[in-house]
């Protein structure tokens, strides 16, 4: 900004940037002045603050997918200013899957290692039964990889699933998979943005150590009411908004549910009197979102999110003998917005979030029952201040009440002969305060920094850190950015599992004075590059992170009903470091992204507590280790009503532990010869590698009224028999019928699976 400029007097303009459509917010919109050289991004409620000096300018506000607009001002006066974006008339021209912010303003920001996901357009892309999943969406950028064919889970650069902090509209969802991790819980048709964090992690976030997913949802229409939904393969949605009170306030209502139960009961019905007829289980599940928005007065706003969701999954035999097994999450958050200048305004939450799971059995006159639970009351307070062109403030606190119910176990029977219980439960505090600061050193040089102080407490065992941020970007030229970055983050909740995958029945743990907090390091730097008159976005990031205090468990370890659970921990450190390289497109009738990442993970865990560690305490690969990883997304608009989808997935092979040999061990007493497997070292072998094509194709209909399409995919299209687990199978002699070998075997979960998706809006 020329220098002569500061002397004026200065104003500032804030307001939303929305969708003309259904008036929802766009968070990464720009809002721009040519003339000055300058402009600002809408933050994550769509919400922007722009300073000028007094004068006349032509304001350029614009965001992917929508129409440009300008508009003449007269600068004179600091005022509220809102824009409403009609949508772009040839909208899958414009179709992105990255839709918060232009790839220039990626150039320009400080911060690095995220990524942005709009839900809209992550729609258009193949889904596994159809079904739109936000978090396997993300599996296909660098740096993040998924638990196991089909499965929502993210493993982020290095990091384990329990590492990842899931954030719904500032309140954290403990479990965000159903289906024992094929789906997230997070529905399309009620989020409205997702960002996440990979590195560089801003200082209002805390409390795990890999990755942040910051997940936003919608806030209705406030000036019409609107019905929208899908019928799928496997399940239905439906969502409904609207205005409470025009132009002031608004809600929206968004449920989901599958129907495999309403097949299974009735195949069970018809076969129940069917001689050694095995019924099938019965499972499905179900999810609803609600928030209702609503302006007070200029100043102040109240915004209120509601989540409940649930897995059912049960079984009865004919013998007597009934299955169920139930678990979900619940989250609730009250938020008010208070702006007391256009320069300083305030965000306040309450939350209260849980997970819980329950399995129930009956055998005739006897029950059996085990639970776990954790229940969270937040709150969480964050204040930003504009306090000139070349500084922005964020500081805030938050404080959590944990309550950990680790296991509870009952046996009764009908007739009261037996009636036993046991529960283990914990309690813990968490706080933290933070501050940073975004400033603008020169034209050039931009430097975002802060300091997180956190604190836990479990009974009489505390625990405080300090965990400074850092991240710089240095404009070499108008079209290349250097970048580099600093997070350290401590975890203070564990997520105890015997498991490499994420199972509903794991347990979340707190930290106490046998179970320390876990601790990460990470730097990173990278370069970013626009090319061909800005259409392109090239990036490359080298990281290297290193963590301590990592958590595992002894061999044997008793999980469940364990008044002693600290003695089955075992600790550790880490390291992963890597390359992720990334093109983008975003704008034209082809879009999309390639991606490619080179990375290694490592874990040590000595000998400690009458153990020898695990792997004899030298360092191995785990199980998400991969060593390349190669992502392909295309969108193509073939025209105004065909949008052409496909995405190839290319990852080394999974490491794995095999026997390597065998040794007989004769029975003494008897002629019987049983071979024991001898294995070598934690994953030492690598499965075959994954590698995958899906391809989708949206047709958009003709209703009379609304809108309509068809969605089609086709997962696997080229049937590829992809790895899930390897075991070994016995040889026999055709003859003596004795076991002369053993031949291993892959099994492969998903072949080529087509799917068909009824979306409607009116």
């Keep these: 900004m020329p220098l002569g400029l500061h002397a004026q007097q200065r104003y500032t303009l804030t307001g939303y940037v929305r969708s003309g459509a259904d008036r929802s917010v766009l968070p990464g919109a720009s809002v721009a002045v040519p003339s000055l050289g300058t402009g600002v991004t809408a933050d994550a409620e769509g919400f922007y603050t722009l300073t000028l000096p007094e004068g006349r300018y032509q304001l350029v506000i614009s965001f992917i997918g929508y129409q440009t607009q300008t508009r003449d001002l007269n600068v004179n006066r600091s005022a509220r200013l809102s824009f409403s974006l009609p949508e772009a008339s040839n909208q899958l021209g414009e179709v992105v899957i990255e839709g918060t912010g232009t790839l220039e303003q990626k150039l320009q920001t400080t911060q690095m290692s995220v990524e942005h996901l709009n839900a809209r357009d992550a729609k258009l892309l193949p889904a596994l039964f159809g079904e739109v999943d936000l978090l396997k969406t993300l599996q296909l950028k660098p740096g993040v990889q998924n638990g196991g064919e089909g499965t929502s889970g993210l493993f982020v650069r290095g990091g384990s699933a329990d590492q990842n ?57 406030p000036e019409k009411y609107s019905v929208s ?17 025009k132009d002031k306030g608004a809600f929206s209502l968004s449920g989901r549910r599958t129907y495999f139960d309403v097949f299974t009961r009735q195949i069970n019905k018809l076969n129940k009197n069917k001689e050694d007829y ?112 070349r500084h922005t403030l964020k500081l805030g606190l938050s404080a959590t009440a944990h309550r950990f119910n680790v296991g509870r176990l009952s046996a009764s029977s009908t007739d009261g002969s037996l009636n036993i219980g046991s529960e283990t439960g914990y309690r813990g505090q968490e706080a933290s305060v933070y501050g940073s600061d975004n400033f603008k050193a020169s034209d050039k040089l931009q430097l975002d920094y802060g300091l997180r102080l956190t604190g836990f407490q ?13 991240a710089a970007r240095y404009s070499l030229t108008p079209k290349t950015s250097l970048k580099a970055s600093y997070a350290m983050m401590y975890q203070y909740v564990h997520l105890v599992s015997n498991s490499g995958a994420s199972l509903p029945t794991d347990i ?41 205090n990592q958590v595992d468990f002894r061999d044997g370890a008793q999980l469940f009903a364990n008044e002693d659970l600290d003695a089955e921990f075992l600790f550790g450190k880490g390291w992963a470091y890597g390359n992720e390289l990334y093109l983008e497109k975003k704008t034209g009738r082809t879009t999309g992204w390639v991606g490619y990442s080179l990375a290694w993970t490592k874990r040590q865990f000595p000998a ?104 089609f995919s086709v997962y696997n299209a080229y049937n590829r028999r992809n790895p899930y687990f390897i075991y070994f199978e016995q040889v026999r002699n055709k003859e003596t019928g004795d076991v002369t070998n053993f031949r291993a075997r892959q099994v492969s979960l998903f072949p080529v699976i087509p799917s068909v998706t009824y979306n409607f809006k009116f």
Excluded at 458 to 470: H, I, M
Excluded at 646 to 672: E, H, K, M, N, Y
Excluded at 680 to 701: E, F
Aim: avoid cysteine; proline fraction near 5%.
């Design 165 to 221: 902090l899931f954030l719904l509209d500032d309140a954290v969802v403990y479990n965000p998979s159903h289906l024992f991790g094929l789906f997230s819980v997070f529905n399309a048709d009620a989020v409205q943005s997702v960002d996440l964090y990979k590195g560089g992690f801003p200082a209002q976030y805390g409390g795990r150590l890999s990755s942040v997913v910051d997940v936003k949802t919608r806030e209705g229409n």
């Design 229 to 245: 939904g899908g019928l799928g393969l496997i399940s239905s949605r439906l969502t409904v908004e609207g205005p409470i009170v």
């Design 278 to 389: 095995s019924p099938i289980p019965d499972y499905y599940f179900y999810d609803f979102n609600a928030k209702a928005n609503y302006k007070l007065g200029e100043k102040d706003q109240i915004f209120l999110t509601g989540y409940y969701g649930r897995d059912v999954f049960g079984f009865n035999s004919t013998g007597g003998f009934n299955f169920d097994f139930t678990w979900g999450n619940t989250v609730g958050v009250a938020r008010w917005n208070h702006v007391f200048t256009p320069k300083l305004f305030l965000n306040t939450s309450f939350s209260r979030t849980s997970y819980q799971y329950q399995i129930a059995n009956r055998l005739d006159q006897f029950g059996f029952s085990l639970s776990s639970e954790i229940q969270d009351y937040a709150v969480r307070s964050d204040l930003d201040y504009i306090a000139n062109d």
């Design 458 to 470: 479990s009974g009489t065992d505390r625990f405080a850190a300090l965990e400074p941020r850092g």
């Design 508 to 548: 979340w743990y707190p930290s106490r004075l046998n179970v320390k907090p876990q601790r990460s390091q990470q730097v990173a730097a990278g370069v970013s590059f626009l090319l061909g008159q800005g259409k392109y976005l090239l990036t490359n990031e080298v990281y290297y992170k290193w963590a301590q």
């Design 608 to 711: 400690q507590r009458g153990t020898s560690g695990i792997n004899n305490g030298k360092v191995f690969y785990p199980t998400y280790d991969r060593r390349h990883n190669l992502t392909v997304v295309v969108l193509h608009q073939l025209n105004e009503r065909i949008n052409l989808t496909g995405s190839f997935v290319f990852t080394s092979g999974a490491p794995t532990t095999l026997p390597q040999g065998r040794f007989l061990l004769q029975d003494i007493f008897g002629d019987d010869v049983t071979a024991v497997p001898i294995y070598p070292d934690r994953n030492t072998y690598r499965m075959a590698p994954y590698n995958r094509l899906d391809l989708g194709m949206v047709y958009k209909l003709r209703p009379k009224r609304g809108e309509s399409d068809l969605t």
